[in-house]
């Protein structure tokens, strides 16, 4: 019996651990939040926490409504007034009257090459045939051209065997005076610009692309304007991307006006009608930029005839300016030759003069087209266009 009661005891205390153990179990175990109350739209803001951007409000006394300072409502509300765009200032160009002795500095140093050449020869004790033959040689480098040389040449021997003694001074003197000579200094190299007509007087710029004739148009614009002229532009070479731009913008800066039309537009109505607009005006000079003519195309070089012949439909040309790049020495003379066909040129304007030691191609071109050199290009500045004296030239070559 007792063994009974001692297994029931022991049964009951064993039931009891295991449900304690569950209950405990239970109780570990996490219930889920419930779930969010709706918010109280009618409920005050809440107040700013620990971090929030919050300021302790400060104890100021109240004011009443005589001692603030309100708008004055006779006041007229401020109105803000945009400016016009200011008008480009207007450049004034740097007088035309001894430019090329200003820059010859720069034109001396890469045409000192061929004076000093011919100084140093020339001062040789023993002027034989061989030393002739070097003078030759350093003339014709220099695209002197095969006659002048000769000529020249020539003239230095008869001189020099005159002369006797053959100083410094009296060398450099004997052949300044022969290169000046050799450039004719009785060239009229006058830009004309002043019409016979009542009428202003028309330039016709024209040359091979790539010599920089539209930059010497704008730049020719600033001698004029610099001169006391009042100038039109005529945009005429419609075929080149941006070329009407560009000589606007030249014109903008002293002010001269350009007439232009659509690109790839009739180069001689364009002309036509900077004539006409420039006589409505009482213009001085009308400066008309054609296209870029490569001498080998003989349509395109037809087509610069017919600008011509329209133009003169208002009053004949008093200029027609050739541009050729002094660098490409020989090769300019063929583009002279092919334009003068063409048109009836009237002066020639040498470009890059200061980048070659070939300066010769002034007496080359001067002696094929017959007409004289009348302004040539010393550098890429705005007033580096030069009216072209031949003692100033000569200078520059044989120094001091």
Do not use: C, Y
Not at 191 to 218: A, H, W, Y
Not at 251 to 266: I, L, M, N, Q, S
Not at 342 to 369: N, W
Request: glycine share 10%; hydrophobic share 40%.
């Amino acid at each position: 019996m007792e063994t009974i009661i001692l297994a029931v005891v022991i049964a009951v205390v064993v039931i009891g651990a295991l449900g304690g153990l569950v209950v405990g179990s239970r109780k570990r175990k996490q219930l889920p939040p419930p779930p969010p109350a709706a918010p109280d739209i009618t409920a005050p803001p809440a107040e700013p926490h620990v971090g929030d951007e919050a300021e302790t409000p400060r104890e100021e006394p109240r004011r009443t409504i005589e001692e603030v300072d309100l708008p004055d409502g006779s006041a007229a509300p401020s109105v803000v007034v945009e400016e016009p765009p200011a008008a480009p200032q207007i450049e004034i160009p740097e007088p035309t009257a001894g430019r090329l002795v200003r820059l010859r500095t720069r034109l001396s140093r890469s045409q000192n090459a061929l004076g000093k050449g011919l100084l140093t020869l020339l001062s040789r004790e023993h002027l034989d045939d061989e030393t002739w033959e070097e003078i030759e040689d350093t003339l014709l480098v220099a695209d002197v051209g095969v006659q002048p040389t000769q000529e020249l040449v020539e003239r230095l021997r008869e001189r020099v065997k005159v002369l006797g003694t053959r100083t410094p001074d009296e060398l450099r003197g004997l052949l300044r005076e022969e290169l000046i000579q050799l450039l004719v200094p009785e060239f009229d190299r006058a830009v004309k610009t002043d019409s016979p007509l009542d009428t202003p007087g028309i330039v016709m710029v024209v040359g091979v692309n790539g010599t920089g004739k539209t930059t010497t148009t704008g730049k020719l614009a600033r001698v004029l304007v610099a001169d006391g002229k009042n100038v039109v532009l005529g945009a005429a070479d419609t075929f080149r991307a941006a070329a009407a731009d560009q000589l606007q913008t030249w014109g903008e800066r002293v002010g001269a006006r350009t007439v232009r039309g659509p690109e790839g537009g009739d180069p001689a109505s364009i002309a036509f009608d900077a004539v006409k607009e420039g006589i409505e005006e009482g213009a001085d000079v009308v400066l008309i930029d054609t296209a870029g003519r490569l001498h080998t195309k003989t349509g395109l070089m037809d087509e610069l005839g017919k600008v011509k012949r329209v133009v003169e439909k208002h009053a004949p040309l008093d200029e027609v300016l050739l541009v050729l790049d002094a660098t490409t020495g020989q090769n300019g003379l063929v583009q002279a030759r092919v334009f003068a066909e063409v048109v009836e040129i009237t002066g020639i304007v040498l470009t890059k003069l200061d980048g070659t030691a070939k300066g010769g191609i002034v007496v080359a071109v001067q002696r094929e087209l017959g007409v004289p050199v009348k302004l040539v290009g010393l550098g890429e500045g705005a007033d580096d266009l030069a009216p072209f004296e031949p003692e100033a030239f000569v200078d520059a070559l044989i120094g001091d």
